[in-house]
């Protein structure tokens, strides 16, 4: 039992959301494992191919299976998953879940910030614009071309995370119908959205100092509200020539990207 389908990114792009509405669907199963990475060589891989089959075990009934690994699209950082999937589930359906490249660069700030993984403000952690995470992980073409070596491009299904709020029960369909269900199904859950960016905030001070989550929580009461509570995260915008600066590096990606998909994009910044 194998997945006929593959959520494979990208980061801050919608996937979240749309695992959770694929999840409603009766004659779907998602893997169990939200984001199982099995496919990235440094995770999960070395589990084996029966760790990754388990991860849909279930009743009988759902006949298509899938799961959504953003990191799979991280090319960058984790090579090699194209091959690895392909060896695998060389029948797959590939669905890639796009934003606005400059959006999504702001919104992943936000997540490392919240996570405690970037310390630096979002016009310093962009000072390199050429050999960035931020910027390569929206470069949509340059990811997708490592799958197209393997997968047809009839084979891949581009979801813009805009169609995908702002006319979800159309885009949905789409989706449905193109991993093989019934694109008639509805769901109330379908009116819900996950992990939305604005509300996060930055770690409290002592986080850094205090590794044991249980230790937080009862220091928290005790400490100064500046150590102990979280913070809001209220840079989380780029200045105008940052953000040209970006928009220059993401041009000739995202134009190769409209020119591979047909897709027009049109209420993106690049």
Not at 18 to 42: I, K
Not at 96 to 108: F, G, K, Q, T
Not at 190 to 211: C, G, N, Q, T, Y
Request: proline residues 7%; contains cysteine.
């Amino acid at each position: 039992m194998l997945p006929t389908f593959v959520i494979i990114g990208t980061m801050k792009g919608g996937t979240t959301s749309l695992f959770y509405y694929l999840a409603e669907h009766p004659q779907v199963r998602m893997a169990s494992l939200r984001e199982s990475d099995f496919f990235v060589a440094r995770r999960n891989y070395g589990k084996g191919l029966a760790w990754y089959e388990s991860l849909y075990d279930g009743p009988e009934g759902p006949s298509i299976f899938g799961e959504s690994s953003p990191n799979y699209a991280k090319r960058q950082f984790f090579p090699g998953v194209p091959e690895r999937m392909h060896a695998a589930v060389p029948n797959a359906r590939l669905v890639y879940c796009l934003r606005d490249p400059i959006d999504r660069i702001v919104s992943h700030w936000v997540h490392n910030v919240s996570q405690g993984r970037e310390s630096a403000s979002l016009d310093d952690a962009l000072s390199d614009p050429a050999e960035n995470t931020y910027v390569r992980t929206s470069q949509y073409h340059y990811q997708i071309r490592a799958f197209l070596s393997y997968y047809g491009l009839d084979d891949v299904l581009f979801v813009d995370s805009n169609e995908l709020r702002s006319d979800r029960r159309r885009t949905l369909r789409d989706v449905f119908d193109f991993v093989g269900a019934d694109p008639a199904f509805e769901a109330p859950a379908f009116d819900r959205l996950h992990h939305v960016s604005s509300i996060k905030e930055r770690p409290a001070r002592m986080d850094r100092f205090v590794p044991s989550v249980r230790l937080r929580k009862a220091l928290r009461p005790l400490l100064p509200a500046y150590l102990g509570a979280p913070r809001p995260i209220e840079d989380a915008a780029m200045s105008p020539v940052v953000r040209d600066r970006i928009a220059g590096v993401l041009h000739a990606d995202a134009e190769a990207l409209r020119s591979l998909t047909g897709k027009k994009f049109e209420g993106w910044s690049v």
